[in-house]
Nanobody, 121 residues
Framework: QVQLVESGGGLVQPGGSLRLSCAAS????????RGWYRQAPGKQRELVAIITSGDTTTYADSVKGRFTISRDNAKNTVYLQMNSLKPEDTAVYYCKFDAQRYRGDYVGRYWGQGTQVTVSS
């Protein structure tokens, strides 16, 4: 099994910054893509950013120019640097890895438990 553990959430004032981390452990053969999603109260979960194994990145329009996704292959980790935070960024943030546990395995989708980000003065 693949386990994801997120860290770095918290309370920050508007205009501030936070850096989220998500580390994967367990049996991992390859990681096709790593992503961050968020879910605000009463809303559906939405994509924030994705980075592929080829370093192609995709961002939601609402975070372009403010958030940056990056990865560390050696640590099986993905990061989300969030700058110029706004109250509307308040949500629970989840990481997701599309990964194979061994050669020939299907590509599974593995989610973290979520970390709360609150932007408020």
């Amino acid at each position: 099994q693949v386990q994801l553990v997120e860290s770095g959430g918290g309370l920050v004032q508007p205009g501030g910054s936070l850096r989220l981390s998500c580390a994967a452990s367990g049996s991992i053969f390859s990681i096709n893509a790593r992503g961050w999603y968020r879910q605000a109260p009463g809303k559906q979960r939405e994509l924030v950013a994705i980075i592929t194994s080829g370093d192609t990145t995709t961002y939601a329009d609402s975070v372009k120019g403010r958030f940056t996704i990056s990865r560390d292959n050696a640590k099986n980790t993905v990061y989300l640097q969030m700058n110029s935070l706004k109250p509307e960024d308040t949500a629970v943030y989840y990481c997701k890895f599309d990964a194979q546990r061994y050669r020939g395995d299907y590509v599974g989708r593995y989610w973290g438990q979520g970390t709360q980000v609150t932007v408020s003065s």
